[in-house]
C-alpha cells in the first residue's frame, strides 16, 4: 500500500468521525430546543386561553355598544 493511499484513508477516517460528532451533537441539540418548546408550549397556554376568553369578551362588550350620540333601538 503507498503511503499516499495510507495519508487518504487516515484523512478519510478522522473525517467521518468529526461529521458523526458533529451530526450527535446537532441532533441533541435539537431534542433539547424540542422539549423546551414543549415545556415552554405547556407553561404558557393556560395565558394564551385566559387571553383569547378577554379578548371574546372585550369584542363582544364592542359589538355591544353604540357610538356617542346615538340612541340604542
Known amino acids: 500500500m503507498s503511503p499516499w493511499l495510507l495519508v487518504w484513508y487516515l484523512i478519510a477516517a478522522v473525517t467521518t468521525v ?3 460528532v458533529f451530526v450527535i451533537a446537532l441532533v441533541r441539540e435539537v431534542s ?3 422539549r423546551t418548546a414543549r415545556r415552554f408550549q405547556e407553561e404558557a397556554q393556560p395565558i394564551v386561553d385566559d387571553t ?3 379578548a371574546a369578551r372585550a369584542s ?11 340612541a340604542r333601538p
Do not use: Q, Y
Open 18 to 20: 468529526a461529521v458523526l
Open 32 to 34: 433539547l430546543l424540542g
Open 52 to 54: 383569547s376568553r378577554e
Open 60 to 70: 363582544e362588550r364592542a359589538a355591544s355598544l353604540s357610538p356617542p350620540g346615538k
